[in-house]
């Protein structure tokens, strides 16, 4: 996720500070990792420094300087651009998972058993999110990127499935390259 237009997507919606912004990322995408201030407030200063963003103006209303971003022009156009490009589709999935199995094939180690405790592992999230998404309230974001993420898993967890059937086959291979 590009956080560079994430944020100029959320001053889309008028002018904004960083606080502000950071609030607003962690509600509107809430199964993603958190926005660190830090990086939120580089973020803004690079997106001034490339003509994307411009300072609005400072205020504190009572607390603590806040600085105002608002998109400039160019940034609404290359927002637009980006939203508009379609994701590739990965050329070759680099998986954890995989390796790890493989890996365990290389080290003499047990990739069935590992394979079962990420199984376990995955259901565990899974049912954390189905928790997430089916809480009494749960805004239609929320349940979205838990529908997601779990369709994400799910998937995985076919391809474990798939791959513990051909261990034998797998360890075969791995053993004679």
């Given at each position: 996720m590009s956080t560079r237009h994430i944020l100029l997507g959320l001053l889309a919606s008028g002018p904004s500070h960083g606080?502000?912004?950071?609030?607003r990322h962690d509600e509107r995408f809430p199964q993603a990792r958190p926005l660190a201030y830090g990086q939120v407030y580089t973020t803004l200063q690079?997106?001034?420094?490339?003509?994307?963003?411009?300072?609005?103006?400072?205020?504190?209303?009572?607390?603590?300087?806040?600085?105002?971003?608002?998109?400039?022009?160019?940034?609404?156009?290359?927002?637009?651009?980006?939203?508009g490009e379609i994701a590739p589709p990965a050329p070759f999935v680099t998986n954890e998972i995989f390796a790890k199995v493989v890996v365990s094939i290389l080290a003499d180690?047990?990739?069935?058993?590992y394979l079962r405790a990420q199984r376990a592992a995955h259901m565990d999230r899974m049912r954390e999110l189905t928790a997430v998404k089916s809480a009494k309230g749960a805004d239609l974001a929320t349940v979205l990127s838990a529908d997601f993420a779990l369709n994400h898993l799910?998937?995985?967890?076919?391809?474990?499935?798939?791959?513990?059937?051909?261990?034998?086959?797998?360890?075969?291979?791995?053993?004679?390259?």
């Open positions: 606080y502000d912004l950071k609030r690079r997106l001034v420094r490339d003509g994307l963003a411009e300072v609005e103006g400072t205020g504190s209303d009572g607390g603590p300087e806040r600085t105002m971003y608002r998109a400039t022009d160019e940034g609404t156009r290359e927002l637009t651009c980006w939203a180690g047990d990739p069935a058993a799910d998937a995985d967890l076919r391809w474990m499935t798939t791959t513990a059937d051909r261990l034998t086959t797998l360890t075969a291979e791995v053993d004679t390259a």
